[in-house]
């Protein structure tokens, strides 16, 4: 079988028991794996109105079909679960090595069902699966547990997988860190995964994932390998400077926000670039498993090291803390890193916070004398730790931005779609963007349908940034495409130089299923569909594709962009129709139909 293990692992945390099923490869064929085949059944099996952080909530942590291959950039896995930070259908995607571990151990995907009386983490020994006691690494960090479960697993060659204090104190913006750097970070999964008492999940795998046609594959591979080398992005900008590179190149464009989205322009947005960043601070490149692109940076500061920072860590502890001090940003990523936080989330909410605290919302008595206010490096630092540890306001910051500012009678400082934080780029300047982000699938994100690709890099063709023609059709596009990719186990970053057709080309020589790209495409809209779905039926609707006030209202202040303003209303209208939605935003059961939904 190619691509696949054909094993599911369930595990019941309630009765303390293990059991695996045999994958259904029909639904394989129409969701292909990852964040489509965990979404497609965590639907079927998880009610709507279930409570994120109770036992009937179930977490599905999922490879992809090429995750473990000999295909570029093969690392990502998925976790999806139902978010506690907004109720939607979360899907949180992460590198490193932990998902390759997986298949090699033999399967495709784990299921966490119930939750467990006291804290335990899972041992995966190819088929030996138990569920041990983690009383003694609970309460202890990322690194810390990282380093106990592997010494008592027995093997240095173990992947570990686990939550810090974050995830176990139950803040909404909690991660899943694994191979110590990389995170599922994105919508509270770590919450999740806390609730049910779970520490962490060591794998170790000897198999290797098979392909159905070896000599096409490595045609295909060597063919998809000369584009990402010869890409400009993957090929230069990515393996030099790692995501940061895009720092300056936002902030020149005038999209690039900062102090909580009031402004769009950093004059001093050079001294936290992926230049400086590499010049001043990098120690070596740190990638993924089997990645061609290595975007991934291992630095030093202020006599420590580690992983880091991306660009929107370095953005968000950066320019929207009104911060400089890339010693500072190290220190706040590394603790995320450490704590189990998700860094965009928690840095939007400080940010959040200093705003609250600068329009007089917040008063000074309730901060215990941290300091929570734009420009403050310190402060920002700390509040990372309060925040892991719900200590005083940090309790209140742990619930996320939306919850914070809606809390003090301002949920409109909140700078957030569907509760969840906006990424590092001003949508008021990227119409294709705004649209992305209103209609994503799990509220504030870049990475389901990347628009700043076409229209500040050019890639696959330039668009004009301020235009409304063809947003609509792009975004779908980008959306169901990225679904794809989610679903294949590969990573977003290939999309910089690989298109459908190489992807096409890629799934068929590992499965042999013989997709068209029509096909392939339509397994990206039925995930898209599915997940829309799910959050019609927690009560979103049309409303919630929107933007915070702030980014509707008022036109971009200065800057090269100084004056711009979105349309999204009239792109909403556009981007309905073109997904043969109807104008409430549901899909119709024509479409549906079609889409064998």
């Known amino acids: 079988m190619g691509g696949y293990t054909g094993k599911i692992l369930r595990i019941n945390l309630t009765e303390g028991k293990t059991s695996t099923e045999p994958l259904s490869m029909e639904l394989a064929k129409k969701y292909l794996g990852g964040r489509g085949l965990a979404g497609k059944m965590f639907a079927d099996e998880v009610a709507s109105d279930v409570d994120a952080l109770s036992p009937a909530n179930k977490l599905f942590i999922a490879s992809g079909v090429l995750t473990g291959t000999n295909a570029p950039t093969p690392s990502r896995y998925m976790v999806v679960t139902k978010s506690p930070l907004n109720g939607v259908i979360a899907s949180s995607n992460s590198g490193g090595y932990w998902g390759a571990e997986l298949k090699f151990a033999g399967y495709d995907m784990l299921v966490l069902e119930g939750k467990s009386d006291h804290p335990v983490y899972i041992s995966i020994k190819d088929g030996q699966v138990e569920i041990k006691d983690a009383g003694k690494v609970w309460g202890k960090d990322v690194y810390e547990t990282t380093d106990a479960l592997k010494q008592e697993f027995g093997d240095d060659k173990a992947k570990v997988l686990a939550i810090g204090p974050a995830g176990e104190n139950l803040s909404l913006m909690a991660a899943i860190v694994n191979d110590l750097y990389r995170a599922a970070g994105r919508t509270g999964v770590g919450a999740v995964m806390g609730s049910k008492n779970v520490k962490g999940i060591v794998v170790r795998g000897t198999g290797k994932v098979e392909n159905a046609n070896p000599d096409q594959m490595k045609e295909v591979v060597a063919n998809s390998l000369k584009k990402i080398r010869e890409n400009g992005v993957t090929g230069q900008g990515l393996p030099t400077y790692g995501s940061a590179v895009l720092v300056n190149i936002i902030n020149e464009t005038g999209v690039y926000p900062v102090n909580n989205f009031q402004g769009s322009y950093d004059p001093e ?19 993924c498993y089997r990645c061609p692109i290595a975007c991934g940076r291992y630095s030093k500061w202020d006599g420590k090291e580690g992983a880091g920072p991306e660009y929107e860590t370095a953005w968000v502890f950066g320019s929207d803390c009104g911060i400089h001090d890339f010693d500072a940003i190290h220190e706040a990523n590394d603790l995320c890193n450490k704590l189990g936080l998700d860094t965009i989330s928690v840095g939007g909410t400080i940010a959040a916070g200093m705003e609250l605290v600068q329009r007089g919302y917040i008063k000074p008595e309730e901060l215990d004398g941290t300091p929570l206010e734009f420009g403050n490096a310190k402060g920002m630092v700390e509040w990372v730790r309060k925040i892991a540890y719900v200590e005083g306001l940090g309790a209140k910051m742990a619930m996320g931005s939306y919850n914070l500012a809606e809390s003090y009678g301002a949920p409109e400082l909140s700078m957030s779609v569907k509760k969840q934080e906006l990424p590092a780029y001003d949508p008021r300047g990227i119409q294709g963007q705004a649209l992305s982000y209103a209609t994503s699938n799990r509220g504030g994100c870049h990475v389901r349908g990347y628009m700043i690709s076409p229209e500040i890099l050019g890639l696959p063709e330039k668009l004009d940034r301020n235009s409304l023609e063809g947003k609509a059709t792009w975004t779908k596009i980008f959306q169901d495409l990225t679904a794809v990719i989610d679903a294949v ?63 509707l209202n008022d036109p971009i202040p200065s800057g090269p962009s100084k004056g711009q303003m979105h349309n999204l209303p009239e792109l909403l209208v556009q981007y309905y129709a073109e997904r043969g939605w109807d104008k409430a935003g549901v899909p119709t059961p024509e479409r549906l139909n079609m889409l064998g939904i």
């Open 269 to 287: 947005a050079d001294l936290i670039s992926g230049e400086t960043l590499t010049e001043k601070y990098l120690l070596k490149k740190h990638p």
């Open 489 to 551: 186990g590969l990573c977003l970053f290939s999309s910089f130089a690989l298109g459908l057709t190489d992807y096409t080309a890629l799934v068929n020589a590992v499965t042999g299923f013989n997709y068209t790209d029509e096909e392939l495409l339509a397994c990206g809209e039925r995930i898209w569909n599915i997940e829309r779905l799910h959050n019609l039926k927690v009560g979103y609707s049309a409303a919630d594709d929107t933007l915070p006030k702030r980014l």
